[in-house]
């Protein structure tokens, strides 16, 4: 097998002088598909950067040791020169979009490789047809859900024909019924030859698929495991690793839910009642929700489930106030709340992290929106400890992994006062380590009486999380019922869409 890639004793230290990878020696062969897994913050991210050349070209620092792609070491090498050979589809594809409709950012790659026009529409063409991606040709990238963003990331590198693709995270904000396409596409590239590195958490998905697992833990590689021995860790092995299952739907249940606080059934302290949006007059006939009703009691954890831009999120903005309803109505402890009122009496904890983090350290950011009372310090230091982040608390949040942001962001979410808080995809990007922290945190709040909703495709969070699950298709209520140990194959069914032969394991 031809060596594709290839780390000798390589090191990388940030501007800073924080150590990040150390002592790494990694071969990777022509054709191979190879699961980088480990915690958040391990350096798995950071390692795909040094092997598609951001290290040191654009993330600055001390790179030692030696990186050769294709028997090119990288250090005589451009970054374009690299970008040809290596691509990445990274984990918010936000972060590689230049164009503002489709067509043009899936040809954008091509045309910075100063390709002629015919081969540039060509190419562009076959990654929308060979990706089954049509659908999405000429639409504004502004208006698709971040699953769709995720696709059009992959058809742009796709477009580019490199030999090398990385994918970060690539399914951390998809639907299971998306990562099941996003598994058909992972087995064309290997069918193509093309070498896929993955760095990824949720696993169930590349079992039948990955050659490799290299296992990063603290910036060093600490095993290499064969796709037999990674499927086949026990338990105990997995979650010592802090691994997520191959098997998700086995993992039911996890002993958390059966231990929440029972709301009083006597009355409703939050409904939603006939709420309709649709974003401009133009689209009033085709609007985003229509008509949607539930009630919810202090203590409920409800999930919000449902394919890709169908309305979830767009939820969870309206009950938050950031945008306005055009018909119905949020009351909370029987007053009707209007837009205005939502804005801080409902917390949105948003799937993309960036943009609620402002402050210059992350133990500041758990002051933004508060009073600063000295008698909250001792509160907002446990927070960070239960979290796994007290040892960043002077960071500021940039430096932080995706995983760690997003642990800060709920955070901020548990000190806040708000009765009724929406979580939108707050496991993507994490561990099994992380994933258990968020659902523990989440029951907390329970405990406390505040009223959760989750919008999540993380069947494993979900069942260690929910008492209750609401499905939303086309924009309307689809199913409104009690997660228990006899429903959780019904929302398996959801979100895998039963029939697309990933049905449950028996």
Not at 17 to 40: H, K, P, T
Not at 73 to 95: H, N, W, Y
Not at 382 to 402: D, F, I, M, N, R
Request: hydrophobic letters at 35%; aromatic letters at 8%.
């Amino acid at each position: 097998m031809k060596e594709m890639i290839a780390l000798k004793d390589v090191g990388y230290k940030t501007e800073d002088g924080m150590q990040i990878l150390q002592d790494i020696n990694l071969e990777i062969g022509q054709g191979e598909c190879v699961v980088i897994a480990g915690q958040s913050g391990s350096g798995k991210s950071t390692l795909g950067s040094v092997i598609n050349g951001l290290i040191p070209h654009y993330y600055k620092g001390v790179l030692s040791g030696t990186v050769t792609i294709n028997g090119n070491d990288t250090k005589d090498m451009t970054l374009c020169e690299r970008g040809r050979i290596a691509g990445t589809v990274f984990q918010d594809p936000r972060s590689q979009f230049f164009m503002t409709d489709t067509f043009n950012e899936v040809a954008f790659g091509c045309t910075a490789m100063q390709l002629t026009r015919e081969e540039i529409i060509a190419r562009t063409e076959n990654s929308f047809a060979k990706l089954k991606l049509e659908k999405l040709q000429h639409k504004s990238i502004f208006h698709l859900s971040s699953g769709e963003r995720q696709k059009i990331a992959i058809a742009s590198i796709y477009a580019m024909q490199p030999e090398i693709i990385i994918f970060d995270e690539p399914s951390a904000n998809l639907g299971i019924d998306s990562i099941f396409y996003l598994h058909e596409i992972l087995c064309e590239l290997k069918r193509e030859g093309k070498t896929v590195i993955v760095l990824e958490h949720r696993l169930f998905y590349l079992k039948d698929l990955f050659d490799r697992m290299i296992y990063v833990h603290k910036g060093k590689i600490e095993g290499v495991l064969s796709n037999a021995e990674s499927v086949g860790l026990s338990d105990e092995q997995r979650k010592r690793m802090k691994l997520r299952s191959f098997n998700p739907q086995c993992c039911f249940p996890c002993g958390i839910r059966n231990t929440k606080y029972t709301p009083d059934d006597r009355c409703c302290d939050f409904e939603i009642r006939s709420l309709s949006f649709c974003y401009g007059r133009k689209n009033a006939s085709a609007p985003i929700l229509s008509d949607i009703s539930l009630k919810a009691n202090r203590g409920d954890i409800i999930g919000i489930v449902g394919k890709n831009g169908m309305g979830k999120t767009t939820l969870a903005k309206l009950c938050a106030g950031l945008v306005k309803e055009h018909a119905g109505t949020i009351t909370l402890d029987g007053t009707v709340l209007s837009a205005k009122k939502r804005l801080g009496t409902i917390y949105f904890v948003m799937q993309e992290v960036d943009y609620q983090l402002f402050a210059s350290t992350v133990y500041e950011e758990l002051f933004i929106g508060t009073q600063r009372k000295d008698t909250d310090r001792c509160q907002r230091k446990t927070v960070l400890s239960q979290l796994e982040l007290a040892e960043y608390k002077e960071l500021h949040p940039a430096c932080l992994s995706g995983g760690q942001k997003q642990r800060l962001t709920v955070a901020c979410a548990l000190l806040s006062n708000c009765p009724v808080i929406f979580f939108d995809e707050p496991t993507g990007g994490l561990d099994l380590g992380g994933m258990e922290m968020i659902a523990h945190s989440i029951d907390e709040l329970s405990r406390n009486k505040k009223i959760i909703f989750i919008i999540s495709h993380d069947y494993e969070f979900l069942i260690s999380s929910c008492n209750r699950i609401i499905h939303i298709t086309e924009g309307h209520i689809k199913e409104d019922f009690m997660l228990t140990d006899a429903s959780a194959l019904q929302l398996w069914n959801i979100l895998t869409e039963k029939g697309n032969g990933y049905e449950q394991d028996t």
